[in-house]
């Protein structure tokens, strides 16, 4: 296995590891939500299992979404969500290298791999959003050539509440 093409390859998610998935990505992006929205872990939480158990409302065989698990020989290394949108193009809703795999290559390796896996589905597009308090996934997309499409910005009114 070399940096640059590590052995890995996309295996389709089964039913039996939707479960452990599914509570790994709600719970990282309830953190990101808790820091980014200002509410309370617990709301945060709340949120996050609401929308992805809308999202994948059939599971695995949710029509439009592709769940993977990343295999680098017989280990699982980490997961990836990509969605089709209703107008043709391919959103990466999450990709996860897990902690003790960093660094060696697979997220680059993944991304390959899941830009393929949309050309084949005729998808002309990967879109996905990324966290500016995420530099390191930043810094990897843009060496794979996404390029920034837009900017949110957000100014915290002093003395507002949350009207949820």
Request: charged letters at 25%.
């Amino acid at each position: 296995m070399t940096e640059s093409q590590p052995d890995l390859h996309l295996r389709p998610m089964r039913a039996d590891e939707l479960a452990a998935f599914r509570e790994s990505f709600i719970r990282d992006w309830a953190a990101d939500l808790a820091r980014i929205d200002d509410v309370p872990a617990a709301e945060a939480l709340r949120q996050a299992a609401q929308r992805t158990d809308a999202e994948l409302s059939a599971g695995v065989a949710t029509r439009g979404h592709h769940l993977f698990v990343l295999v680098a020989g017989d280990e699982a290394v980490g997961t990836a969500w990509l969605s089709v949108t209703a107008t043709g193009e391919a959103f990466l809703d999450d990709l996860t290298v897990h902690a003790p795999h960093r660094g060696q290559g697979y997220g680059k390796r993944a991304l390959e791999l899941l830009e393929q896996h949309a050309r084949a589905l005729g998808l002309r597009c990967i879109d996905l959003h990324v966290y500016a308090h995420n530099p390191r996934a930043l810094a990897l997309y843009q060496r794979q050539g996404y390029q920034t499409t837009g900017l949110k910005l957000r100014k915290r009114l002093a003395g507002a509440t949350t009207t949820r």
